[in-house]
């Protein structure tokens, strides 16, 4: 299973307008070499070096429900069906990089899962991790790097 983007190269830098405080606009991501058995795809983005800084890993998106079939999520929006969770922002939806110190990696992860979830929109990263642990087939990442202006 492999997830790019058009957005921006794996590794690369996340470009600023799909940062939190400049457009908070969400990347393009493809999704390619989804394993057969899938029923639903489950997204999370999170920034694992705000540890140093806030003393968490800091959640930017949790998506789940995607359809199995969808090739490409486009920018700045969710595929039908799919449902979104709540960042640490305390929001539902895609909040984008906002490093407070120092340039951050954040980590953009994909499951592949069995089922379709049984969540609510609004449920935590946390929530949606105990949903997806008995139901993975595939997981692959994406990773990007944004900068504090």
């Not at 590794?11 to 058995?37: A, R």
């Not at 929001?91 to 980590?107: C, L, Q, R, V």
């Not at 991790?129 to 595939?138: F, G, P, R, T, V």
């Not at 997981?139 to 202006?149: F, M, N, R, S, V």
């Amino acid at each position: 299973m492999k997830l790019e983007s058009s957005s921006f190269e794996n590794g690369g830098t996340i470009p600023k307008q799909f940062g939190y405080k400049n457009g908070n606009v969400s990347p393009s991501l493809i999704i390619s070499d989804i394993p057969e058995s899938t029923k639903s795809l489950a997204l999370i983005m999170d920034d694992p070096d705000a540890m140093g800084a806030v003393g968490k890993v800091w959640v930017h998106w949790v998506l789940w429900n995607i359809p199995k079939e969808i090739k490409k999520i486009d920018e700045n929006s969710i595929p039908e069906n799919s449902v979104e969770g709540e960042t640490d922002f305390g929001e539902i939806g895609y909040g984008g990089p906002a490093p407070p110190d120092k340039e951050h990696t954040y980590i953009f992860k994909l499951y592949a899962l069995d089922t379709i979830l049984e969540l609510g929109k609004g449920s935590t990263k946390k929530d949606l991790e105990n949903s997806l642990k008995e139901h993975i087939i595939d997981e692959t990442k994406l990773t990007g790097k944004y900068a504090p202006q």
